[in-house]
């Protein structure tokens, strides 16, 4: 079973140290974990970005499964790449599995950047724009491409100490995997 390990947390400063843990925990059930930054990458190139993008792609067509860490990151909701990796993953028909260590509610995490006011049960940010609001963690197009492919979102009652470096919730999913 190959596992494709997608989320921010190629962004935070130990970042491959977490790869390798999360890759030791994939090994542990059973599975072959691909972290992003195992691609090998000359960061200096031209085309570094696209050489990024081909080998996530390349990571995704050989792994049968995602695990997506949808933590908030930089805002209310999941990094955007991240997204794109699981609705790649959801449009190839493969399983999905994802998990939030922030277990607010998105009206709520939206609250915390922005005003909203609510007319009627209308809610809408500052900027006038609307703040979906059916109770889910994150957008509705995440949460149920979860669903629908695999797992619904795993998120733990209360907030982990630290959200970037607490695996629990993502051992929560190989657990999950692991039963396919």
């Not at 190989?174 to 396919?180: D, G, Q, R, V």
Request: charge should be negative; hydrophobic fraction near 40%.
């Amino acid at each position: 079973m190959n596992i494709y390990l997608a989320g921010p947390d190629v962004f935070l400063p130990n970042a491959a140290e977490i790869g390798r843990r999360k890759v030791a925990l994939c090994k542990r059930y059973g599975a072959h974990g691909f972290f992003p930054l195992d691609n090998e990458v000359d960061l200096q190139a031209s085309d570094a970005s696209r050489q990024i993008f081909h080998g996530n792609e390349a990571m995704m067509n050989r792994c049968d499964i995602v695990i997506a860490n949808l933590t908030p990151f930089r805002g209310p909701s999941a990094d955007a790449g991240t997204v794109f990796e699981l609705g790649f993953m959801a449009g190839h028909g493969k399983l999905c599995f994802g998990y939030s260590n922030d277990p607010a509610s998105y009206v709520d995490r939206t609250r915390r950047l922005s005003e909203i006011t609510d007319s009627n049960g209308h809610l809408t940010d500052r900027d006038g724009l609307t703040v979906e609001n059916f109770g889910l963690t994150d957008n509705l197009m995440m949460i149920h491409a979860l669903d629908l492919y695999g797992s619904p979102l795993i998120v733990p009652r209360e907030a982990p100490a630290d959200l970037w470096q607490d695996l629990t919730s993502f051992e929560a999913c190989l657990k999950l995997a692991a039963s396919y």
